[in-house]
């Protein structure tokens, strides 16, 4: 069996009580405290802050049960003993050959078109591939379009480039295509430059909703026609839960007229900060002669040979089969909860990806909300962070269903029906 199977067995998940996390992390300790005390939060060395109690299901994060540890590593000793001193010098500029192979054969398993190794550039995770798209793509002032809602910390990586968000109205079937034609047209008119439209087509962050095939047929068009880079955002490719993951922007848009970023975070470990990118050649040939590429060397390096020894293993198809039986029926528990305790709101159905999108009945304000939710042990991220530039998302919330078992996301949908009824009653 591999090591990334025995992991995930080894969490006895089923037989867990719900309620209340314990994960399995281990407690960081400072070199000098006493054994059995915590660290002071300034000590921390994650993001997370399990709150006793608590059902979280604000971060959108992978179960830390089921991050390959082992697994990891033992590749990470593999690419030692494989490449001695040349696993610390600075790394190849577009990113180690293995991996951009590993990286083609995981495409030509999920999408419709295999990259060539000169379109792939490795990077920090996805969201350093934004970063780096802005910064190749954009001059001051640009407007740049964002469907609303959106993943809120890409909005943050935009905001660090001196450029104007303009927002694109998104509905069941993704982003609406004919708006965001209309909105070129008319930002254009009005004499400003619009040189990038960030989206993500796939298993969306937060809505968790798939782009419809005619539009995204229609959307490659129109980028391909105004002369936009639509940067495509792809974290959640690997992740389908009923059937197959559509073809991605990148694979049948014109060559130039699409930027994907990948990410080894879902799937793997966000710590790792390891991800790509694929686009024409020509940008990824800017995208390795930025300086930041040329003054530090390739990307992530040492991650990136783990990642490229663990994957030459075998384990990594398996370990995403696994994700994908879990987390389908973590999804099945939370919606069956929402189902059962609260049929008065809608929610979307996701074909993949983290996270579902709940619209509270009776207008309810899921801001406002919070504190009573909190208060009976359940937690989430309204709607209202999703809106980049606008004021929607009110009565929404997004629920990510990846960090818990079952039983505990059933209970947390009771929980945040508990809150609604008290405020409706209130
Ligand atoms: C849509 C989307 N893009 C990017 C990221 C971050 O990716 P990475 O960890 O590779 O930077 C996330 C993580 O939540 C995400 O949901």
């Not at 001193?85 to 990113?95: I, K």
């Not at 389908?240 to 793997?268: E, H």
Request: hydrophobic content about 40%; proline content about 8%; charged content about 25%.
């Amino acid at each position: 069996m591999s090591p990334a199977r025995t992991a995930i067995m080894r969490a006895p998940r089923a037989a867990r009580t719900p309620v209340v996390r314990h994960h399995t992390r281990v407690p960081y300790r400072l070199p000098d405290s006493p054994p059995g005390t915590t660290a002071p939060d300034d000590a921390r060395v994650v993001q997370v802050v399990d709150r006793p109690g608590i059902i979280d299901l604000a971060w959108g994060h992978p179960d830390v049960d089921l991050l390959p540890v082992a697994a990891l590593r033992a590749a990470t000793a593999e690419a030692f003993d494989r490449y001695g001193p040349d696993a610390l010098s600075y790394g190849r500029d577009a990113g180690p050959p293995p991996l951009v192979e590993a990286i083609r054969d995981r495409l030509a398993a999920t999408d419709a078109r295999v990259p060539t190794p000169a379109e792939i550039v490795v990077t920090a995770g996805a969201s350093h591939a934004l970063d780096l798209a802005a910064t190749l793509l954009l001059s001051p002032g640009d407007a740049v379009l964002v469907e609303e809602p959106t993943y809120h910390l890409a909005v943050r990586v935009l905001r660090d480039h001196p450029v104007d968000l303009v927002s694109l109205p998104f509905d069941g079937g993704g982003l609406r295509t004919e708006a965001a034609a209309e909105t070129i047209t008319r930002l254009r008119g009005a004499g400003r430059r619009v040189r990038m439209l960030y989206t993500i087509p796939t298993f969306h962050n937060p809505t968790g909703v798939t782009l419809e095939d005619g539009r995204r047929r229609e959307l490659v068009a129109l980028a391909a026609e105004a002369e936009v880079t639509i940067v495509e955002d792809d974290v959640y490719r690997e992740l389908a839960y009923d059937g197959t993951t559509p073809p991605s922007l990148w694979s049948i848009g014109a060559p130039g007229s699409v930027v994907r970023l990948g990410s080894f975070s879902k799937t793997i470990a966000p710590g790792l900060r390891l991800g790509y990118l694929s686009a024409d050649t020509a940008l990824a040939a800017r995208a390795v002669a930025s300086g930041v590429i040329d003054s530090g060397g390739g990307i992530a390096h040492v991650p990136a040979l783990a990642v490229a020894t663990y994957i030459a293993t075998g384990a990594y198809p398996g370990h995403v089969e696994d994700l994908r039986r879990l987390y389908r029926a973590r999804r099945d528990a939370l919606l069956g909860g929402l189902a059962e305790h609260l049929p008065d709101a809608s929610w979307t159905q996701p074909r993949g990806g983290f996270f579902t999108w709940v619209t509270l009945p009776g207008g309810l304000d899921a801001a406002a909300l919070l504190p009573a939710a909190e208060a009976r042990g359940v937690s989430y991220v309204p709607g209202r962070r999703f809106y980049a530039t606008g004021d929607g998302g009110r009565s929404s919330l997004r629920l990510a269903f990846t960090r818990y078992p079952e039983a505990d996301l059933a209970e947390a949908a009771r929980r945040i029906a508990s809150a609604v009824r008290d405020a409706r009653r209130g």
